[in-house]
Nanobody, 128 residues
Framework: QVPLAESGGGSVQAGGSLKLSCAAS??????MGWFRQAPGKEREGVAA????????TYSDSVKGRFTASRDNAKNTAYLQMNSLNPGDTAVYYC???????????????????????WGQGTQVTVSS
């Protein structure tokens, strides 16, 4: 069984919106990070949400435009992306850290190595 099932990518025009979903099939305790990777660029952490507390954090590049959330009944994390621009074009990944999210974790939430499981990735393309 795939630990994380990701969905919701697509193509939109600049200014549009998309919502990504990431269903965690097995784990009841996680912090879900959202990452993106554009061609020729490093993987970039853009947001994270903790299942238990609902604590969220964002990179400066998406703050005010993206919203991370979770539905505990569905064991699913979401990334609502508004005011998209061509610079947001990338493959987006969800990633689950299945251990406690303490201060040390949040200080390094954008480090891919902190996450145990990764979604398959979904393409987001924003045209001008």
């Amino acid at each position: 069984q795939v630990p994380l099932a990701e969905s919701g990518g697509g193509s939109v025009q600049a200014g549009g919106s998309l919502k990504l979903s990431c269903a965690a099939s097995t784990y009841a305790y996680w912090t879900m990070g959202w990452f993106r990777q554009a061609p020729g660029k490093e993987r970039e952490g853009v947001a994270a949400v903790n299942r238990g507390s609902g604590t969220t954090t964002y990179s400066d590049s998406v703050k005010g435009r993206f919203t991370a959330s979770r539905d505990n009944a569905k064991n699913t994390a979401y990334l609502q992306m508004n005011s998209l621009n061509p610079g947001d074009t990338a493959v987006y990944y969800c990633a689950a850290a299945t251990y406690g999210a303490n201060a040390a974790f949040w200080a390094r939430w954008r480090t891919p190595g902190q996450y145990d499981y990764w979604g398959q990735g979904t393409q987001v393309t924003v045209s001008s």
